[in-house]
């Protein structure tokens, strides 16, 4: 895929569903009884693969598009499948379905891609093993291929040295199934998703400051999800529309959960023209449209609770410091090393690449705006995050961006292209 500078971007656009409720909501269809149908479902290849598996486990998925019904097979319906549960490139399919396969009659395995195999399981293994379940890493490294041993489980109360949503949604899946009250105590709190869909299928979740606790589950109940549009996928567009002079942007329908919406404060704090209308709720979480147009921007420093409301996001951030007047200091960032690719080294040495003034740090990185980048070949690393940032910066760089492997964006954003030039002036 190659860019080149744009004149502006003006219009209206959708973004994608919401990558981390598609999955949720296909997991706990699966679990539930009755029928579940997801309008806005993301066609991403992550949200496939969880699709995939759980069809192998025996549960009837139908896919139409926009909307999918599954017809749930209830807590304990789930099958042995006859063959690896394929997640792909998704941490989140690996990470939550653990915790459902810990609890279950049966043997399983889970494997994915070159990315995948490099990801940290030991943050899951631990807890999950807590409460009596047998996982074991089959190349003995912490990481998938895992063999998963489903057994009958206790709850646990689990002090997670990381605030991480998938590991927090590992331990409270599987706590639907364990014996006694389940509960997680994280630094900070993550993406609250898992909480927010339990509670809509009736089972019982409560929080209490940086604690969830399940309580163990009799059946979950299915029904009409509404997936929010990703504001992971919206950040590109709010990146842009900053940066892109001439712009402006309305990106309907995103969700704009509190554990999610670390974009929006970063950009307002930052100097950015955002504004967000018609805000309302859909399927228990927040949504609203966002306007946003070319800003003036200032460099700011970002670290402490306010990460894990927009790691993804990180990488695309990046972008929008180099424009900005000043530093931008971000820090506490560690977990950005063990997502699809380690995203410290990858968005340094790449924006180093195409003259950005930026240094790594342990926990993040600090980059000095000044409001020029030359184009030049990007190496995507199998991370989409990577492949969507950096055409982003090629829409401002001088001279030509080329992404290789652009189309890793299928994983969380099929139509990012399309997007962008629909909107190009
Ligand atoms: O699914 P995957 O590959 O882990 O996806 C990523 C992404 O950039 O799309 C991370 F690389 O998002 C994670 C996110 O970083 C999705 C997620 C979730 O749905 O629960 C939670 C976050 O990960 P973590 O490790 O902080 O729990």
Known sequence: MKLTKLKGLKGEITVPGDKSISHRGIMLGA??????????????????????????????????????????NGLHGLKAPSDTLDVGNSGTTTRLMSGILAAQSFVSTVDGDASIRK???????????????????????????????????TGIHYDSPIASAQ??????????????????????????HTELMFRYFGVDVETEGTTATVSPATKLTGGKVEVPGDISSATYFIVAGLIVPNSEILIKNVGINPTRDGIIKVC????????????????????????????????ITIGGSIIPTLIDEIPAIAMLACFAEGTT????????????????DVVVNHLKKMNASIEATEDGMIIEGTGHLTGATIETNLDHRIAMSFAIAGLVAEGETEILNGEVVTISYPTFYEDIKRLAI
Do not use: W
């Open 31 to 72: 679990l539930s009884e009755g029928t579940t149908e997801i309008t806005n479902f993301l066609q991403g290849a992550d949200c496939l693969s969880t699709i995939s598996c759980f069809q192998k486990m025996g549960v009837e998925i139908e896919n139409k598009g926009d909307v999918v019904t599954i017809k749930g």
């Open 119 to 153: 990801r940290p399981m030991k943050r899951i293994m631990t807890p999950l093993s807590m409460m009596g379940a047998k996982i074991e890493s089959i190349n003995d490294n912490f990481c998938a291929p895992l063999r998963i041993t489903g057994a009958p489980l």
């Open 167 to 192: 590991v927090k949604s590992a331990i409270l899946l599987a706590g639907l199934y364990a014996e006694g009250k389940t509960s997680v105590t994280e630094p900070y709190v993550s993406r609250n």
């Open 268 to 299: 307002k704090e930052m100097g950015g023209d955002i504004t967000l209308l018609n805000e309302r709720t859909v399927s228990g979480e927040p949504i609203a449209d966002i306007l946003v147009r070319s800003s003036s921007l200032k460099g």
């Open 329 to 344: 200091v971000i820090k506490d960032a560690q977990e950005l090393k063990v997502k699809e690719s380690n995203r410290i």
